[in-house]
């Protein structure tokens, strides 16, 4: 009976660095949901500046899209031991990763150049801060890409529960700031 017991707790218990992430998550996504109120209210008040969202912006949405299915490819290969599918799709995730924050400064030169500054109308500020604090979160996604990556080319190709664990905690944040982009790109085409 108490080995049942054991087991039925250790089933229903949450790895600590997985608990920590969650945390870190859901106060980015208030930190995120407060940029996106405050952005609300100042567009109310009116002076809003209406300008097109670059065609980078677009190509970034379908680069940082394309890197969470080649990371999700590489997590199943990972655990299914099919080592040169895992490192190639890893490889080909980080590379996406940097593709989309190439994107993002192309997307801001972009919009610089058509006049939308940080120093003008509050709308293009906006902009800025959402599109630039994300893209500070998705470097930090890639730090811990480059990391995962460097584990794939340096260490023996070895499954285990802890390096599972260590992959899922990268495969959890990559989707994370995935979705957040999404939200923020699909907020900003309709709040224009």
Known sequence: MNGNIKLINKRNTIHPHKFALWA????????FGAFTSAYIVKQAAGNWLEFAMPNEFYLS????????ITLHISFKA???????????????TLLAGLGFVVLQYFGWTSLYKIGVDLKGNVSGSFFYLLSGIHALHVLGGIAALLVAVLHAYTL???VTDQRINRFDLVVNYWHFV???WIYLFIFLLISK
């Open 156 to 158: 023996k190709f070895k």
């Open 78 to 92: 990972f655990k299914s031991g099919m080592e040169s599918r895992y490192k190639l799709f890893l490889s080909i």
């Open 61 to 68: 949405t379908l680069m940082i899209l394309v890197s969470s």
């Open 24 to 31: 870190a998550m859901a106060s980015i996504t208030m930190m």
């Open 178 to 180: 995935d979705f957040l």
